[in-house]
T-cell receptor
Framework: RKEVEQDPGPFNVPEGATVAFNCTYS??????FFWYRQDCRKEPKLLMS???SGNEDGRFTAQLNRASQYISLLIRDSKLSDSATYLC?????????????FGKGTKLSVKP | EADIYQTPRYLVIGTGKKITLECSQT?????MYWYQQDPGMELHLIHY???????EKGDLSSESTVSRIRTEHFPLTLESARPSHTSQYLC?????????????FGSGTQLSVL
C-alpha cells in the first residue's frame, strides 16, 4: 500500500468551478501535512500547511481528518492560473524517506 | 522567495562523462535533499543530508553520490552518465520549525544523456 495516495486526475473543470482533492496517508503517527503546487516543468512550491482545525487561505481550504487519515484541499471559484499539479506531502517522523513523503500529485486543468 | 540555486539549468552530455550538479542555499538550512522527477511523474528522493558530513540514500536507488562539506552546498555527482540518467533533478532544503518542516526547491537541472 502506498504511504500517500492521491487521485491522479486529471481534473478538467471550467473557470469558476469548485474542485476538491483528497489524499490518504497510511501512517497514523504522521505529524504534519502540506499541499504543494507544481506547475508544468517547474519546481514544487508550498501552497499551504494543513492544520488539525482546518485552515483557509483565500479561495483555498485545507482540512485534516486524522481518524480517517485523509487530507483535503478545496479550491473555490477556480481560475485559469490554478492549473497545475497539486502534491500532498506528509511529514513522517521516523520514516525512511528523509521524513517527507510526497504523493504522486493530482493534475488540475481549468478551462475558460 | 527561497534562496536555493541549482546549476546548470540544462545539461546535455554524452554517455560515460562525469558530471556534477550544483546546489547551494543561503538560508542556513541544515537539511537538504535531492529528488529525481521524470515528466508527469512523481518525485523520488535519491539523497538527503541532515547537515555537514551527513549523507543518506533515499528510497530510489541511484548511481549518483553526494557530499556535504559545507552547510550551504550539496552537490550531486554521476561518475559515468548513461541515457537512463536522463531526468529532472531537484534540490531542496528545509526550514526546521518543529513538526512543520517546509521544503524550498531549486529550479532544477534538466539532464539529458545522449
Amino acid at each position: 500500500r502506498k504511504e500517500v495516495e492521491q487521485d491522479p486526475g486529471p481534473f478538467n473543470v471550467p473557470e469558476g468551478a469548485t474542485v476538491a482533492f483528497n489524499c490518504t496517508y497510511s501512517n497514523s503517527a504522521s505529524q504534519s501535512f502540506f499541499w504543494y503546487r507544481q506547475d508544468c516543468r517547474k519546481e514544487p512550491k508550498l501552497l499551504m500547511s494543513v492544520y488539525s482545525s482546518g485552515n483557509e487561505d483565500g479561495r483555498f481550504t485545507a482540512q485534516l481528518n486524522r481518524a480517517s487519515q485523509y487530507i483535503s484541499l478545496l479550491i473555490r471559484d477556480s481560475k485559469l492560473s490554478d492549473s497545475a499539479t497539486y502534491l500532498c506531502v506528509v511529514n513522517d517522523y521516523g520514516g525512511s524517506q528523509g521524513n517527507l513523503i510526497f504523493g504522486k500529485g493530482t493534475k488540475l486543468s481549468v478551462k475558460p | 522567495e527561497a534562496d536555493i540555486y541549482q546549476t546548470p539549468r540544462y545539461l546535455v552530455i554524452g554517455t560515460g562523462k562525469k558530471i556534477t550538479l550544483e546546489c547551494s542555499q543561503t538560508m542556513g538550512h541544515d537539511k537538504m535533499y535531492w529528488y529525481q522527477q521524470d515528466p508527469g511523474m512523481e518525485l523520488h528522493l535519491i539523497h538527503y543530508s541532515y547537515g555537514v558530513n551527513s549523507t543518506e540514500k533515499g528510497d530510489l536507488s541511484s548511481e549518483s553520490t553526494v557530499s556535504r562539506i559545507r552547510t550551504e552546498h550539496f552537490p550531486l555527482t554521476l561518475e559515468s552518465a548513461r541515457p537512463s540518467h536522463t531526468s529532472q533533478y531537484l534540490c531542496a532544503s528545509s526550514e526546521p520549525t518543529g513538526f512543520n518542516e517546509k521544503l524550498f526547491f531549486g529550479s532544477g537541472t534538466q539532464l539529458s544523456v545522449l
